[in-house]
């Protein structure tokens, strides 16, 4: 008999068991053997089903999220959005409200303004409804720009709430 163990290369890449007549290839216990004779952890990402992949720490699989934004969910496998402008832990620029996205947030400007290239960084802009037209004053009333908004005033010698005037 011929011990094929022995040979250089070794027909085996982790452990190799001499027969009568030929060998055989096995894996250390936790490991097993793959259809290419190589062995992997037995307890594999395939195998623990997660949704976005794993590590294997000392023998141990671990579900991983890709984004610090996202967290594993109850049944170790699936993630779930971490709501960060519900925790309170983002402060937005001015004029701008936090809308959470999965797995991040953005911060998204309040309505009356406009996002902006200005000074060189983008910056909410008030919109100047009076000047475009985008206003419900009536003919009989002045409309005034304010942040974010615009008001009526009625004009002098009528009266009213300033838009039906």
Do not use: W
Not at 25 to 33: E, F, P, S
Not at 52 to 58: E, H, R
């Amino acid at each position: 008999d011929l011990n094929e163990c022995g040979l250089k290369p070794r027909p085996c890449k982790h452990r190799c068991m001499n027969t009568y007549g030929s060998y055989k290839c096995y894996c250390l216990n936790g490991y097993m053997l793959m259809p290419d004779g190589t062995c992997s952890n037995a307890l594999s990402c395939l195998m623990a089903n997660c949704q976005y992949g794993c590590d294997v720490l000392k023998g141990e699989v671990r579900c991983r999220c890709p984004s610090p934004g996202l967290q594993l969910g109850p049944d170790g496998r699936t993630c779930v959005d971490i709501d960060e402008c519900a925790t309170g832990r983002v402060l937005c620029p001015r004029f701008r409200h936090c809308v959470n996205t999965f797995g991040s947030y953005i911060c998204r400007c309040h309505k009356g303004f406009d996002l902006m290239y200005i000074g060189g960084k983008y910056q909410c802009h008030d919109i100047d409804e009076c000047s475009l037209g985008h206003h419900q004053c009536g003919s009989f009333s002045h409309c005034y720009n304010i942040p974010g908004s615009y008001k009526c005033k009625c004009k002098e010698g009528y009266r009213d709430n300033g838009t039906n005037c």
